[in-house]
């Protein structure tokens, strides 16, 4: 029996090996995401992706000449996207879904692989995520966050001095900097206490 395993073990590692294009990339995008949300950005290494990939480390290298390209790329193409605004006719509700899922997106795979190199990378090296950060997670939630805002200065909810592009960053730049900085997880009454402490308090129409 042991035999028997070993040997359709050899015969799955020949197949992995054989694989080509665009299989095998994703494969290996998919070991290096996988590699980052475990072992973070300072662990992975490209012989541990290669492993997980089931590949050679030179096939990686024929596509990608650095562990920082190959990490904006896996980056690229798999973190999470947001969906539509929640529409539930009261903007604090909509924010609150809104943030539950931003933080769901935070703690999925990408996520978390994103979340290791904003925590680890020095300055140098962090610049060269930053139209991934920008592009796959700061613009698509203010994005939301603005057409949330919007349509509650539409029903007298939001003021509309509070449609500011600065007003758009505070939820995700909270939400990075605690997670960054205080090691926050982000559970529902954390996004509660944001909402209605921080975000409600600011847009509501009789603030100054």
Not at 26 to 44: D, F, P, Q
Not at 176 to 181: H, S
Request: include cysteine; hydrophobic fraction near 45%; glycine fraction near 8%.
């Amino acid at each position: 029996m042991a035999t028997s395993r070993s040997a359709a073990a050899a015969r799955q590692s020949v197949v992995s090996l054989r694989r080509r294009g665009s299989v095998l990339e994703r494969a290996i995008l998919e070991a290096a995401l996988e590699a980052l949300s475990k072992v973070g950005w300072n662990g992975l290494t490209m012989e541990g992706v290669a492993a997980g990939a089931q590949t050679g480390k030179a096939a990686i290298y024929r596509r990608w000449s650095s562990k920082e390209e190959l990490v904006a790329e896996a980056l690229r193409s798999a973190l999470p996207a947001l969906g539509l605004a929640p529409d539930s006719g009261n903007v604090r509700d909509d924010l609150y879904q809104l943030c539950r899922a931003m933080r769901d997106a935070m703690l999925s795979t990408s996520g978390s692989a994103l979340r290791s190199v904003i925590h680890e990378c020095d300055g140098v090296t962090a610049e060269r995520f930053q139209s991934v950060i920008l592009n796959g997670v700061i613009r698509p939630s203010t994005d939301l966050i603005r057409e949330v805002v919007s349509r509650g200065v539409e029903r007298g909810e939001v003021r509309a001095g509070a449609l500011r592009e600065l007003a758009f960053d505070v939820i995700p730049a909270m939400m990075m900097y605690r997670t960054k900085v205080c090691g926050s997880v982000w559970d529902d009454e954390e996004i509660e206490a944001l909402i209605d402490q921080v975000v409600v308090p600011f847009f509501r129409p009789d603030a100054p």
